[in-house]
């Protein structure tokens, strides 16, 4: 047999290397084709996991025992229904006409005129806030003892804020300035005079008044006059007025509690 030459060596070993070197190309697809599989897989488990893991955070949030308790708000219970807000009456109950009747102030009873004619709106919403009980039960919160001589009633807050739900204006018979004191007008309200309480605006009267228990002079613009004591305002005196304010300042609240009683007029 013969000897196998050297180019039959080296055909051999090129055919070797060529088959060698197709076996590793092959491990090395296959071994790519792995990875890309793992890599798939992996992304897949990660979202499979974050998806639990979110889901399990709402669950614990919404049903499970970190839920929030539902708020006042969310009952199912019906809510009280509000009073209805009170308007402003038409003048027209006024019937432009004067009015007699009575007003109680603590055990005291006074007897009053309301100007129907001069101040329709005031009266008119002072007859129909006294109608309705409005004003019944409510404290006399505020008393002047000096320069003005006035107790203030009419608040349903009791401490000079509160009002019907509405205010009004403008203002209706309002004395004439006839006293000037360093450039300012005065107007002169005589002992027994009941007038509209307001704040700054003459827009912003509204259940709040006063009764004037001592000749007084206000500065302009003044105030609504819609009615006078006729009646009784020596006893509130004696009863209330004299006795000064609860801190014994000359303007504050009445040292003796003064709350409104029975109103009727006709």
């Given at each position: 047999m013969a000897k196998p030459s050297g180019r039959d060596r080296a055909e051999r070993e090129a055919r070797r290397r060529a088959r060698s070197y197709a076996v590793r190309q092959q491990i090395h697809e296959l071994r790519g084709r792995r990875r890309r599989r793992d890599d798939v897989v992996a992304a897949v488990v990660f979202v499979v996991v974050v998806a639990l893991a979110t889901?399990?955070?709402?669950?614990?949030?919404?049903?499970?025992p970190g839920a929030a308790k539902p708020s006042?708000?969310?009952?199912?219970?019906?809510?009280?229904?509000?009073?209805?807000?009170?308007?402003?009456?038409?003048?027209?109950?006024?019937?432009?006409?004067?009015w007699k009747g009575s007003m109680t102030v603590n055990t005291t009873k006074l007897s009053i005129t309301?100007?129907?004619?001069r101040a329709p709106q005031a009266t008119a919403n002072f007859i129909d806030l006294a109608a309705t009980g409005f004003y019944s039960g409510l404290s006399c919160h505020r008393l002047t003892t000096a320069g003005i001589y006035v107790l203030q009633c009419g608040d349903p807050a009791g401490d000079g804020s509160g009002g019907p739900g509405y205010t009004f204006g403008p203002l209706e018979n309002v004395p004439k300035s006839t006293?000037?004191?360093d450039g300012t007008k005065y107007g002169v309200y005589p002992a027994g005079t009941i007038a509209m309480a307001r704040g700054t605006a003459e827009d912003s009267q509204g259940s709040q008044f006063f009764?004037?228990?001592?000749d007084s002079e206000l500065p302009a613009p003044g105030y609504t006059v819609f009615g006078e004591v006729t009646g009784g305002l020596a006893a509130l005196r004696s009863a209330i007025t004299s006795k000064g304010t609860a801190d014994g300042s000359t303007d504050g609240k009445p040292k003796v509690a003064t709350t409104l009683g029975v109103i009727a007029v006709k």
């Amino acid at each position: 047999m013969a000897k196998p030459s050297g180019r039959d060596r080296a055909e051999r070993e090129a055919r070797r290397r060529a088959r060698s070197y197709a076996v590793r190309q092959q491990i090395h697809e296959l071994r790519g084709r792995r990875r890309r599989r793992d890599d798939v897989v992996a992304a897949v488990v990660f979202v499979v996991v974050v998806a639990l893991a979110t889901t399990a955070q709402v669950g614990f949030f919404t049903a499970g025992p970190g839920a929030a308790k539902p708020s006042a708000s969310a009952s199912t219970s019906p809510s009280a229904t509000p009073e209805p807000t009170r308007t402003l009456p038409s003048k027209s109950i006024s019937e432009d006409r004067t009015w007699k009747g009575s007003m109680t102030v603590n055990t005291t009873k006074l007897s009053i005129t309301l100007d129907g004619k001069r101040a329709p709106q005031a009266t008119a919403n002072f007859i129909d806030l006294a109608a309705t009980g409005f004003y019944s039960g409510l404290s006399c919160h505020r008393l002047t003892t000096a320069g003005i001589y006035v107790l203030q009633c009419g608040d349903p807050a009791g401490d000079g804020s509160g009002g019907p739900g509405y205010t009004f204006g403008p203002l209706e018979n309002v004395p004439k300035s006839t006293v000037t004191k360093d450039g300012t007008k005065y107007g002169v309200y005589p002992a027994g005079t009941i007038a509209m309480a307001r704040g700054t605006a003459e827009d912003s009267q509204g259940s709040q008044f006063f009764i004037v228990y001592k000749d007084s002079e206000l500065p302009a613009p003044g105030y609504t006059v819609f009615g006078e004591v006729t009646g009784g305002l020596a006893a509130l005196r004696s009863a209330i007025t004299s006795k000064g304010t609860a801190d014994g300042s000359t303007d504050g609240k009445p040292k003796v509690a003064t709350t409104l009683g029975v109103i009727a007029v006709k």
